[in-house]
């Protein structure tokens, strides 16, 4: 089973989102949790990002927690949202390098960003989970692919 660890900037919005539609698409072929680079403990999801996943079938049960070099060790690969989070783990951890990524890098080879969607409109959560989604199933295709 791979372990995936989802990093975004408070862990309440993004990363949480990853987190659960990855539990929910992935069914038993995954364990994942998610963290913030600057996230504060114990913190719901945001509201917006639970309605968005509600609207979708997908549950969530979400405490927000910072990133820590236990979660990173634990984890098989270390999927960040931006490009920032990314070097941000890697400033703090760089013998991590080989196993972190941003999400569209590691699905596509691309150096996009997921953009955040904390403040916005529940369509912009929805945007950003729609989004979310996509690359979730192709890496659940590549993993299945033995990519």
Known sequence: MK???FVCTGNTCRSPMAEA????????A??????GVF???GSNASSHAIRALEERGISINHQ???VTEELISWADAVLTMT???KAAILYHFPDMQEKVHTLYEFVETDFKDISDPFGGSLQVYQETLHELERLIHQMIQKENDGV
Do not use: D, M, P, T
């Not at 539609?21 to 038993?28: D, F, N, P, S, V």
């Open 21 to 28: 539609a990855l539990r929910h698409y992935g069914k038993e």
């Open 64 to 66: 927000s927690q910072q």
């Open 83 to 85: 490009a920032n989070h």
């Open 3 to 5: 372990r995936i660890l």
């Open 39 to 41: 996230a504060s403990a």
């Open 30 to 35: 995954f364990e994942v949790q998610s963290a």
